[in-house]
């Protein structure tokens, strides 16, 4: 995989955890970086993205004031701080790049998936 995540596990209710996104492949900061969320069942959605240098970020409306969205270009990394964990929050988390002028949580504008990592939050 050209994107890897990591940093995923079993938390409980209200606890933290932070996603990385990092490239082997490529430099993060020349794309727009997504990060989505599938759980069982259900469609992958777009959680946060970042747009590409000094580019702006997005959030859904669900994790809001929870999560927060971050570059670390000497590392070329992407992280997403998870604050405030609820059970719904539960799923495989993927990041992804973009190659638009701006970022959005559209997953179809999205290429190079990586495998993905679990988050369990448990009430």
């Known amino acids: 995989f050209r994107i890897v995540e990591s940093g995923g596990g079993l938390v409980q209710s209200g606890e933290s955890l932070r996603l990385s996104c990092v490239s082997t492949?490529?430099?993060?900061?020349?794309?727009?970086i997504g990060w989505f969320r599938q759980a069982p069942g259900k469609e992958r959605e777009g959680i946060s993205c970042?747009?590409?240098?000094?580019?702006?970020?997005d959030y859904a409306d669900s994790v809001k004031g929870r999560f927060t969205i971050s570059r670390d270009n000497a590392n070329n990394a992407v992280y997403l701080q998870m604050d405030t964990l609820k059970p719904e929050d539960s799923g495989v988390y993927y990041c992804?790049?973009?190659?638009?002028?701006?970022?959005?949580?559209?997953?179809?504008?999205?290429?190079?998936w990586g495998q993905g990592t679990q988050v369990t939050v448990s009430s």
């Open positions: 992804a790049r973009s190659n638009r002028a701006m970022c959005n949580l559209d997953r179809g504008e999205y290429e190079y």
């Open positions: 492949a490529f430099t993060l900061d020349y794309y727009n």
């Open positions: 970042i747009g590409r240098g000094n580019g702006g970020s």
